[in-house]
Nanobody, 119 residues
Framework: QVQLVESGGGLVQPGGSLTLSCVAS????????MGWYRQAPGKQRELVAL???????NYGDSAKGRFAISYGYATNTVNLKMNMLKPEDTAVYYC?????????????WGQGTQVTVSS
């Protein structure tokens, strides 16, 4: 059974930085992409950043220029370095892993980690 375990959320002041980490386990196949989505209260879940193993990273508009995603293939780990955080970045951040090839398409989600940006 695939599990995604997130860590690194918390409270940070505006302009500060935070790094989220996600470790995947239980998969008998490699993922084609891993990344992060977020959901703020009353809003839809949105893409923050996704890294394709072959194609490279994709960032949501809110993350461009401020966030950096990295992927450790050997360790099944995806990290999100968030800089210049703003109050509007406050949300629950979810780790995501995708397998597009057979036996997929498959989509896995972590439990979520809260990020709060406030003074």
């Amino acid at each position: 059974q695939v599990q995604l375990v997130e860590s690194g959320g918390g409270l940070v002041q505006p302009g500060g930085s935070l790094t989220l980490s996600c470790v995947a386990s239980g998969n008998s196949f490699s993922f084609d992409a891993m990344g992060w989505y977020r959901q703020a209260p009353g809003k839809q879940r949105e893409l923050v950043a996704l890294i394709n193993v072959i194609g490279g990273p994709n960032y949501g508009d809110s993350a461009k220029g401020r966030f950096a995603i990295s992927y450790g293939y050997a360790t099944n780990t995806v990290n999100l370095k968030m800089n210049m955080l703003k109050p509007e970045d406050t949300a629950v951040y979810y780790c995501n892993a995708k397998r597009m090839r057979a036996p997929g398409p498959l989509d896995y989600w972590g439990q979520g980690t809260q990020v709060t940006v406030s003074s």
